[in-house]
């Protein structure tokens, strides 16, 4: 009875020691035919190598010793969110077309890089839009066009329907990414990148650099779009105005009711101006105070103001400032 495990233990050791066998064969050969690029990282991780006649527009603004590390990449707004997953949405509500984006290194530096995008937004208006809602703190203006500026690593700038970012690896390639920009806005000529609503803010106690277009969803509210907004100091309380141009005065009046309905439903109360204009509404919500009116065709007011005194004193600066306009047209 024992002898047929013993049979059996010997049959499944001579399989296993055959099996053993083949493998180390297989090993033996494919040592024999050793091709050291199995083993090595390939040359299109480090440099994209691309014959004449085939560089992208984009390399073509490249400085002197700067070549591709990767392809051009294309994305419109069906797959914009798998290049910047996160911040797809406020791109695609200011209207965004197409993103062209290629990353460069130096050519004898594979861990100096910087990466091109290009968003094509539509409209001087959009790419404005996205332009001034994201601009980084500790940026320092630059002269390439009127909306322009700089970090530590990366430049930040409009031109026409373009939105325009240079973002690279390191700090120390101000001159680089400069270089870029010039290029790119001497290949491209545009009309103007003028924005008519910006004039109309009071220059005094404004931040100039603050100016921004919220495209959608202003302060909350879904109806509130096209708003520009500034920011002002006064007696050292930062608040905010906005204006918006809207296509007839009777659409202003409408999304100004509009606006201040939905203040009062989330928790707001009206308060006396105290001025002989009964266009202007005051709103308290939340110890803030809010101020709209109605000039025209244009919706202005205060948004976020610290005390009443300083939301009247600026929303009046604006009523006098866009009435002044008026006059002089």
């Known amino acids: 009875m024992a002898v047929q495990p013993e049979k059996t233990e010997t049959l499944v050791g001579m399989a296993i020691l055959a099996l053993l066998v083949v493998i180390a064969a297989g090993i033996l050969m494919r040592q024999s035919r050793y091709d050291p690029q199995w083993f090595t990282m390939s040359r299109s991780e480090h440099e994209i190598p691309q014959a004449a006649g085939e560089l992208s527009h984009l390399q073509e603004l490249l400085p002197d010793g700067w070549v591709p590390l990767t392809p051009l990449e294309t994305f419109s707004p069906e797959n914009l969110s798998d290049k910047i997953n996160g911040k797809a949405e406020l791109y695609l509500a200011a209207g965004f077309q197409k993103l062209e984006s290629q990353r460069f290194k130096r050519s004898d530096q594979d861990d100096s890089w910087l990466e091109l995008f290009v968003f094509d937004m539509g409209s001087t208006r959009n790419a404005f839009a996205v332009f001034s809602t994201q601009r980084r703190t500790g940026s320092t203006p630059v002269d390439l066009t009127r909306h322009a500026y700089q970090t530590e690593n990366a430049l930040f700038f409009v031109h026409g329907r373009d939105y325009v970012e240079v973002i690279a690896a390191e700090e120390g390639l101000a001159d680089e990414m400069l270089a870029i920009g010039r290029n790119f806005v001497e290949r491209k000529p545009v009309q103007s990148d003028e924005l008519s609503e910006q004039s109309l ?43 918006s141009v809207r296509p007839s005065g009777a659409d202003a009046q409408q999304l ?33 105070y809010e101020l709209i009116f109605v000039h025209g065709r244009v919706l202005a007011g205060v948004h976020e103001a610290e005390s009443k005194d300083a939301a009247l004193e600026l929303g009046l600066t604006l009523y006098r400032e866009l009435q002044e306009v008026d006059e002089s047209q």
Do not use: W
Request: cysteine-free.
């Open 201 to 243: 803010f009071p220059r005094k106690n404004l931040n100039a650099e603050s100016i921004a277009l919220l495209a959608s969803d202003a302060f909350g509210f879904s109806r509130l779009n096209n708003i520009f907004t500034a920011k002002y100091n006064i007696a050292g309380q930062e608040m905010r105005a906005f204006l």
């Open 256 to 288: 100004a009711e509009a606006y201040h309905a939905f203040l009062l439903e989330n928790g707001g109360s009206d308060v006396d101006s105290g001025t002989n204009l009964p266009e202007i509404k005051l709103i308290e919500i939340f110890d803030l």
